[in-house]
Every structure is written in C-alpha cells, then in structure tokens.
Nanobody, 125 residues
Framework: QVQLVESGGGLVQGGGSLRLSCAAS????????MGWFRQAPGKGREFVAA??????????SYADSVKGRFTISRDNAKNTVYLQMNSLKPEDTAVYSC????????????????WGQGTQVTVSS
C-alpha cells in the first residue's frame, strides 16, 4: 500500500510560480513511476507530467500545455516528487493530484494504482 500526500498549492497571480510536493509512504517509492494530474471545475482529470522510476533513468514527460513551464523531479531519499510550476496562467487553475504506479511512467490516469487527495492551485488574472 502506498499513501500519497500533496502540499504546496495556493493562490498565485498570473506569471507567478508554485512548487507542489507529493510525499509517499512505503518502501517502493524508488521503483514507482510518479505522475501529476489536474482537474479543473467541470472538466475531466488530465495528465500534466510524469517521471519514471529511478531504474528507468527518471525519464520525464509533459503535457504540451505545460511543457517549458513545469518541471517534475523526484528525491528518492525523501520519498517525494515535486512539480515546479513557473509562468502560471489562469487556465492552470485546478486541483492537482499525484499518482503512483510500478516502474514505467504513463500519461494515462487509468494506469496509476495510488492517488493522493489533491491540492488546489488557483491562478488569478
């Protein structure tokens, strides 16, 4: 069983930055791929970024809408994955959730086994 707890959300002006954190419990973090997804009001959950497990080289992938602005990273010593969000736009407003799966990363939410509760990010114009 893996438990995920997100933090770091909040209200920020457009053009600003936030860093989200996702702390994972359990001893399988280093062999888990981690993903960030978001859900805006009235919309479905969408892929934001993912990072493969450490043995897979920590390969990252991003949605086109955030590429060049967001950066996903992981610290296996702290069992934590981060999402650095720069140049935020009002359309980035959503609940951001982290998710975990074994080994290889995926852009599909259906592939992930464990989910956090989410943290609200609100970007004002």
């Amino acid at each position: 069983q893996v438990q995920l707890v997100e933090s770091g959300g909040g209200l920020v002006q457009g053009g600003g930055s936030l860093r989200l954190s996702c702390a994972a419990s359990g001893r399988t973090f280093s062999s888990s791929a981690m993903g960030w997804f978001r859900q805006a009001p009235g919309k479905g959950r969408e892929f934001v970024a993912a990072i493969s497990w450490s043995g897979g080289g920590g390969v990252t992938s991003y949605a086109d809408s955030v590429k060049g602005r967001f950066t996903i990273s992981r610290d296996n010593a702290k069992n934590t994955v981060y999402l650095q969000m720069n140049s935020l736009k009002p359309e980035d407003t959503a609940v951001y959730s982290c998710a975990a799966k074994r080994y290889g990363s995926s852009r599909l939410k259906e592939d992930y086994d464990y989910w956090g509760q989410g943290t609200q990010v609100t970007v004002s114009s």
